[in-house]
């Protein structure tokens, strides 16, 4: 059974940073390509991030180049996004996925 478990939301002040880790189970992880996605409040869901297997490759969405970093470590794992300069209209549900498969989501609140 695949499982993918995400951490390291909360409630944050705008321009901190903050770590988001998840750890994927059931499959051989560094075989496949993993994801970011999230989900704003009232909106549908949103692709951040790709990389693949090796991290040789690594792609953003627009809206968050420059400030979004996704890396893993396969030896534990784990899938990472790095966050920086916090912004109210990060506030969302962020989502690990490796298609069809997605976590249950960390909450992720950007308000001063």
């Known amino acids: 059974e695949v499982q993918l478990v995400e951490s390291g939301g909360g409630l944050m002040p705008p321009g901190k940073s903050l770590r988001l880790s998840c750890v994927c189970s059931?499959?051989?992880?560094?075989?496949?390509?993993m994801n970011w996605v999230r989900q704003r409040p009232g909106k549908g869901p949103e692709w951040v991030a790709l990389?693949?297997?090796?991290?040789?490759?690594?792609k953003y969405a627009d809206s968050v180049k420059g400030r979004f970093a996704i890396s893993r470590d396969n030896a534990k794992n784990t899938l990472y996004l790095d966050i920086d300069d916090l912004r109210p209209e990060d506030t969302a549900v962020y989502y690990c996925?490796?298609?069809?498969?997605w976590g249950q989501g960390t909450q992720v609140t950007v308000s001063s």
């Open positions: 996925t490796k298609f069809p498969y």
């Open positions: 059931g499959l051989t992880f560094s075989a496949y390509a």
């Open positions: 990389i693949n297997g090796g991290a040789a490759l690594k």
